[in-house]
Every structure is written in C-alpha cells, then in structure tokens.
C-alpha cells in the first residue's frame, strides 16, 4: 500500500518553473509533519523544504526565494513549487511525512517513491 504517492517531476531547462505533488492518506496527513528531500548522484540526501501540521514552513537556504512548499488540507496532498530552476536541483526529490520531518530525518516514519527532477542549462 503506497502511504505517500508522489507525481509530478520531469525535464525542464534553467530558469524554468515545475511542481510536485505528493498524496497521502488522511491519517498520515493530519498526524504528521512533512518535508521534501532530495538526493543527487553521488551525493547524500538532502532537506530541501518543510512544513509542519501547523503550516509553518521552512527552507535550506539554496532554495529560499525559489521554492514554495505549501498542504492542501482538503485533498491531502503537499507540494513543492519550484521556480528559477537551477541545473544543481537536478535531483530525485523524495517527500516524507513524520514528527519534525524537517529537523530530525531519523523521525521519518513514510517516504514517497520519489520522482526525477533534470534541470538543463
């Protein structure tokens, strides 16, 4: 049974725009914070936004001014708006669910499967 269904993803070039989504089930949404990482070849995963059940969110820094995590409370459903797409977000970007997601990766009890985001220059 998939807890977090991702979609959305794809190719783009620089300075494009492109969104994800992820759903989740009711319970997994209203009990838990939620992020999304990202993992690049070669490199470690990454937190790349997050938002907690309150609806506070919160960035790393290469992507403040760039990026828009937000819930759609009636749906289920979080989203991360990218734009200003760079080549270095070139990444499979996963999202996840869990108490303080975003601070604490060890707390992550779901993940979606993740999805391929190819920037060009």
């Known amino acids: 049974q998939v807890q977090l269904a991702q979609s959305g993803g794809g190719l783009v070039q620089a300075g494009g725009s492109m969104r994800l989504s992820c759903a989740a089930s009711?319970?997994?949404?209203?009990?838990?914070?939620m992020a999304w990482y990202r993992q690049a070849p070669g490199k470690q995963r990454e937190r790349v936004a997050g938002?907690?059940?309150?609806?506070?969110?919160t960035y790393t820094d290469s992507v403040k001014g760039r990026f828009t995590i937000s819930r759609d409370i009636a749906n289920y459903t979080l989203y991360l708006q990218m734009n200003s797409l760079k080549p270095e977000d070139t990444a499979v970007y996963f999202c996840?669910?869990?108490?303080?997601?975003?601070?604490?990766?060890?707390?992550?009890?779901?993940w979606g499967q993740g999805t391929q985001v190819t920037v060009s220059s």
């Open positions: 996840a669910a869990g108490p303080l997601a975003w601070r604490f990766p060890a707390n992550i009890n779901y």
């Open positions: 009711e319970k997994i949404f209203v009990t838990n914070d």
């Open positions: 938002i907690t059940r309150g609806g506070t969110p």
